[in-house]
């Protein structure tokens, strides 16, 4: 089932720093444009140009004090660069993330780190809303909603998301404004363009690359490789 990525009208309450904006001339020079040339065409997910052909490739990248779900020894750790105004990157949270959790139960470590384009205003503050929901305890849920985007991405939609899942609104409100994960998310995105990640989404999965929101056939192959070349 193909699912039409949403697009979001931007909230005229998104209180954003100045800082935020500074981002996005660093963003690309890091080259994350060429993750908009790849994702921000009309093709849906696994069509023709629409992923990276190039031969697979492994490289290192870091998981500490990062997100995460499934057990830290599990046989397989994938790690996603994603942003939460992508539009595949939310195809591919429906159509395979959660296929995925569910068809190799404490079998895969999840990671999930962020990148947002520049070209996403909403990009940022979606990430630091979901890394306030974390300081309750409730990142993964609050992950989910931004990809379900029933109210959409702003800040409005980031409180009521928080109301939903029951957390302090007062001390959400003033995670959010104080954006103090702010250095974290800009650290992702540069770990990214230094392992040469430069679009959405992304994924390490045990150090090999894959690049753009393939079908679950594609990470079945790759996951079951992974587990049969390990005791």
């Not at 947002?116 to 309750?136: F, K, N, R, V």
């Amino acid at each position: 089932m193909q699912i039409t990525p949403p697009i979001t009208p931007h909230s005229k309450r998104n209180r954003v720093s100045p800082l935020v904006y500074m981002l996005i001339p660093v963003a690309f020079v890091l080259g994350l444009g060429g993750g908009y040339l790849l994702w921000g065409s009309t093709q849906p997910s696994g069509a023709a140009g629409a992923a990276d052909t190039a031969p697979a490739r492994r490289v290192t990248v870091s998981t500490d004090d990062q997100p995460s779900i499934g057990p830290t020894d599990a046989k397989v750790t994938i790690v996603e660069f994603s942003d939460y105004q992508c539009p595949y990157c939310q195809v591919w949270d429906q159509q395979v993330y959660q296929q995925l959790m569910k068809s190799y139960p404490n079998k895969i470590r999840f990671v999930y780190r962020d990148l947002p384009l520049p070209m996403h205003p909403e990009a940022i503050p979606a990430a630091l809303a979901a890394d306030c929901a974390g300081e309750q305890g409730a990142y993964w849920k609050y992950h989910d909603a931004l990809f379900a985007q029933q109210y959409g991405l702003n800040r409005t939609a980031y409180d009521r998301y928080a109301a939903d899942l029951g957390l302090d609104g007062k001390a959400f409100a003033a995670c959010l404004d104080s954006q103090r994960y702010l250095n974290k998310i800009q650290a992702n995105a540069s770990d990214a363009a230094s392992a040469g990640l430069n679009s959405t989404p992304s994924f390490v999965i045990n150090g090999r690359v894959l690049i753009g929101a393939l079908p679950f056939s594609d990470f079945k192959a790759v996951v079951d490789a992974e587990l049969a070349a390990k005791p």
